[in-house]
């Protein structure tokens, strides 16, 4: 048998987990205004589409503040961050993987190539340790 999980660090981990849960979902509207106000600079009429581009541009900025609040989510243990593609463990099971790409067990696909992580962080994909009970 495999090396199984990492301690548990959960209570640890709980304020940046709770810090980061408060931020993630509202930078999903500035980006969606964003996008919108893209479309809108195709408009014909030339004052809505200067009133597009300075949205635009304040929909950006919105976004960028919102970006550096968010809490950057390292591990508690061996300060890896987790965020990125995991290493050694799942970061959604936590079980030690032998191959990149795929967790063997519970097929989560743990590689962040995409612009969205395609994973749940419910440990570290470094350590193995414990992190989240929900997974972010
Ligand atoms: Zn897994
Ligand atoms: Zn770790």
Same mark, same amino acid.
């Given at each position: 048998?495999?090396?199984?999980?990492?301690?548990?660090?959960?209570?640890?981990?709980?304020?940046?987990? *709770?810090?980061?849960?408060?931020? *993630?979902?509202?930078?999903?509207?500035?980006?969606?205004?964003?996008?919108?106000?893209?479309?809108?600079?195709?408009?014909?009429?030339?004052?809505?589409?200067?009133?597009?581009?300075?949205a635009?541009?304040?929909?950006?900025?919105?976004? +960028?503040?919102?970006?550096?609040n968010?809490?950057?989510?390292?591990?508690?243990?061996?300060?890896?961050?987790?965020?990125?593609?995991?290493?050694?463990?799942?970061? *959604?099971?936590?079980?030690?993987? +032998?191959?990149?790409?795929?967790?063997?067990?519970?097929?989560?696909r743990?590689?962040?190539?995409?612009?969205?992580?395609?994973?749940?962080?419910?440990?570290?994909?470094?350590?193995?340790?414990?992190?989240?009970?929900?997974?972010?």
């Amino acid at each position: 048998m495999l090396a199984l999980r990492g301690p548990d660090k959960r209570a640890e981990f709980a304020p940046i987990a *709770e810090q980061y849960r408060r931020f *993630e979902p509202p930078t999903h509207w500035p980006m969606r205004a964003f996008v919108v106000c893209l479309i809108c600079t195709f408009a014909p009429y030339p004052l809505l589409r200067i009133a597009a581009c300075a949205a635009a541009l304040l929909s950006l900025l919105t976004l +960028l503040v919102m970006l550096r609040n968010v809490p950057k989510l390292e591990c508690p243990a061996c300060h890896y961050a987790m965020t990125i593609s995991a290493r050694s463990h799942c970061p *959604e099971c936590g079980m030690q993987m +032998l191959e990149k790409g795929r967790c063997k067990r519970c097929f989560a696909r743990v590689l962040t190539a995409r612009a969205r992580r395609p994973f749940k962080i419910r440990y570290c994909g470094n350590c193995g340790c414990h992190v989240d009970n929900v997974g972010l």
